[in-house]
């Protein structure tokens, strides 16, 4: 099995705070991980590094054996990447947004990423206009619409109906089953539950928790308390 | 193969509701020729009196040189404004970019999206043509126009070598000594316009030797025009190599400089704003004052400065206070139409706050940001140069009121592009005031 994300004695500190702390992950190809904590925990940061839009303090990132630290551009080549507050052209419609995806990255198939976000009907409307939830599901697709070989995705369930959510995280379940890598940051544990293979809790900057989705419950009673 | 980002800007400007809105300052400019250009183009009286063109060159000149600066500084703050802190970096930044393409597309709007600049100018020259020459005329239009892309091609070289900049070990001690509470990665983002501005401002110089010898007879003079515009070349042939380096690594660099940013203001939120006195027991002008020192902070501290600077100008000059005091006092004056840009409409008619008690907030805190260039003029004017010097202070005090008033109450019209407005309603305030205490 070949190693999808690596992630070694990852640090970021923001003046006296430290972010995330010395971190290590090694994420399979293929895999499915669920990234859960609570607010401020690390996971955004953690995110940020991994996807280049941050630099660490401290250790090594590598995305499909690219250093994302070194060379963040051809690592995005090879991500998906949905952050926490996406940022689209406003001025554009989902279908020009898309389609300007699929030039940047020389691939993609825009019929097919505007079904899965639940576009279709609006895809000809401008962004500007979008609820927040349509606003995600645009950004979803710009994510899917190459079909990247690892997806990383910040809360990108926020403010999708049930039916959408549903239907996205069944779009990453296909993806996965193709060969994709999934890292999903969720507060919705019951998500998790039905396609996760692995669940990370951080703690404190920390990876506090990290097995199958047996430790769920465990997760469950973290988060609570 | 077509730029895709240049097509995206395409798209865009065809979707955009109101393109012609930053055509808006272009006819106020228009509107303040007959208000300003006895102020302005003191030298034309030369003309009249059928001076030979060595008396009134000079003058042409001056104000040829000072007008090619202003715009030159204008699109070199723009050209940060739109490949640092652009919509597009945002927007692309998960995603895999050719930072050539992208950057070439990004100076092409700045281009197009700034023509405003050198139309104004090229407006509020055309007293020149009309009572003096065409020719000269022409000449100081040419000159603005080259400094106008010789600012774009070297405020872009420059924004991107100031990435470069800050990651560069040899230069830390240097940045950090001229930092001040900034991070030192920002230190040099900051001071990237100034360098910018040196280096343009230098080129218009030579330009505007070429533009004076030229009018008085020596024809080789025309040639030193495209001066700016050489420079300007010159820098954009090495933004695309600057760009392939730093463009991407221009967001680590703002993510470390927001980052630091986030640590000092958690340790200053909870602290006193600049005039939170005045808000006493009003909860709308109280948020106005703290959105304005927290996001809009450079209007508070650049009106002291430019007060500071015009109060020595005008030390043994009075007039001065006239048009650059009052310039002064109509661009600090922007903060309220800025404070509207990113304030929810829909959060004040959730709480139920009056629109009106929000305008009124935001002139208020306009009015105040002005007093660091009112009051320090005021002062010189007064002490220095007597009763005709207090009627120009007060002159000042009466236009930072009118100002005030008027860029909040776009703010409550256009909302995200109050700026527009303002800016020609500003022109006309400022060009009014000239033609009235000039």
Redesign the interface.
């Known amino acids: 099995m070949t190693t999808s994300i690596e992630l070694k004695g990852l640090s970021k500190d923001?003046?006296?705070?430290k972010a995330v702390d010395g971190i290590d992950l090694t994420v399979n190809t293929g895999e499915f991980v669920g990234l859960v904590g609570h607010n401020g925990a690390g996971k955004t940061t953690t995110i940020?590094m991994l996807?280049?839009?941050?630099?660490p303090t401290s250790g090594d990132i590598s995305v499909a054996g690219v250093d994302v630290v070194a060379n963040?551009?051809?690592a995005?080549?090879y991500?998906g990447?949905?952050?926490e507050h996406p940022?689209?052209?406003?001025?554009?419609?989902a279908r020009?947004m898309i389609q300007?995806?699929t030039?940047?990255?020389g691939v993609g198939d825009v019929e097919w990423a505007l079904e899965v976000a639940g576009l279709g009907a609006d895809a000809d409307r401008?962004i500007r206009e979008y609820s927040q939830g349509m606003r995600r599901k645009t950004a979803l697709a710009?994510?899917l619409v190459a079909k990247p070989p690892v997806l990383v995705l910040d809360e990108a369930l926020n403010g999708l109906d049930p039916a959408s959510a549903e239907r996205v995280v069944g779009v990453l379940a296909e993806l996965r089953a193709s060969g994709s890598t999934v890292i999903l940051s969720t507060h919705i544990l019951d998500t998790l539950e039905k396609v996760a293979d692995r669940i990370v809790l951080m703690e404190k900057g920390q990876i506090a928790v990290d097995g199958t989705v047996d430790v769920l419950d465990d997760v469950r009673v973290r988060l609570r308390g | 193969m077509a730029n895709?980002?240049l097509?995206?800007h395409r798209?865009?400007r065809r979707?955009?509701p109101t393109p012609w809105a930053r055509m808006i300052p272009v006819v106020a400019a228009g509107a303040a020729i007959p208000l300003v250009s006895g102020d302005l183009f003191w030298f034309l009286e030369a003309v009249e009196a059928g001076l030979d063109p060595a008396q009134w060159v000079p003058g042409l000149t001056a104000v040829t040189t000072r007008l090619a600066n202003l715009v030159a500084a204008a699109v070199i703050l723009h050209s940060y404004t739109d490949l640092v802190r652009g919509?597009d970096r945002?927007?692309?930044?998960?995603?895999?970019?050719?930072?050539r393409p992208l950057v070439s597309a990004i100076g092409l709007h700045t281009l197009g999206s700034r023509l405003y600049l050198p139309l104004m100018a090229a407006i509020l020259l055309l007293p020149v043509g009309m009572s003096a020459s065409w020719v000269a005329y022409l000449g100081a239009v040419g000159l603005i126009v080259a400094a106008w892309l010789g600012g774009i091609g070297v405020g872009f070289m420059i924004n991107l070598a100031a990435v470069w900049a800050a990651y560069s070990p040899g230069l830390a001690g240097l940045l950090d000594a001229v930092r001040g509470q900034n991070p030192r990665m920002q230190a040099a983002l900051i001071y990237a316009p100034g360098v910018a501005l040196a280096l343009v401002g230098l080129a218009v110089e030579f330009g505007a030797i070429g533009l004076e010898a030229a009018l008085t007879g020596w024809s080789l003079g025309w040639a030193w025009l495209v001066i700016p515009l050489i420079v300007g070349a010159v820098a954009w042939a090495l933004v695309g190599t600057l760009a392939d380096h730093f463009y991407?690594r221009a967001?680590?660099l703002l993510?470390?400089v927001e980052?630091?940013w986030?640590?000092?203001d958690e340790s200053v939120a909870a602290g006193a704003v600049y005039m939170e006195r005045v808000a006493r027991g009003r909860p709308e002008l109280l948020r106005a004052l703290r959105n304005g020192w927290r996001s809009q902070r450079l209007y508070a501290t650049g009106g002291w400065i430019a007060g500071l600077v015009v109060a020595g100008m005008c030390w043994s000059d009075p007039d001065t206070a006239t048009v650059w005091g009052a310039g002064a006092v109509v661009l600090i004056a922007a903060v309220a139409a800025r404070l509207s840009e990113g304030d929810p409409l829909w959060l004040d008619d959730a709480l139920g706050v009056s629109r009106l008690s929000v305008m009124w907030s935001r002139a208020i805190v306009a009015w105040v940001y002005t007093l660091g260039v009112w009051a320090p003029v005021g002062l010189v004017l007064a002490g220095r140069h007597g009763t005709d010097g207090l009627q120009v202070g007060l002159g000042l005090v009466v236009l930072s009121l009118v100002a005030a008033a008027s860029s909040a109450c776009t703010a409550l019209l256009w909302h995200q592009r109050a700026i527009w407005a303002y800016g020609a309603t500003g022109i006309v305030a400022w060009a009014g005031f000239v033609s009235v205490m000039g």
């Open positions: 923001f003046g006296r705070v940020r996807t280049g839009q941050l630099a963040p551009a051809v995005r080549t991500l990447v949905v952050p940022a689209l052209y406003e001025y554009l419609t020009e300007f995806v030039e940047i990255r401008l710009a994510a | 895709p980002y097509s995206v798209r865009m979707h955009r919509p945002a927007i692309l930044d998960v995603h895999p970019v050719s930072p991407v967001s680590l993510a470390e980052g630091a986030g640590q000092h």
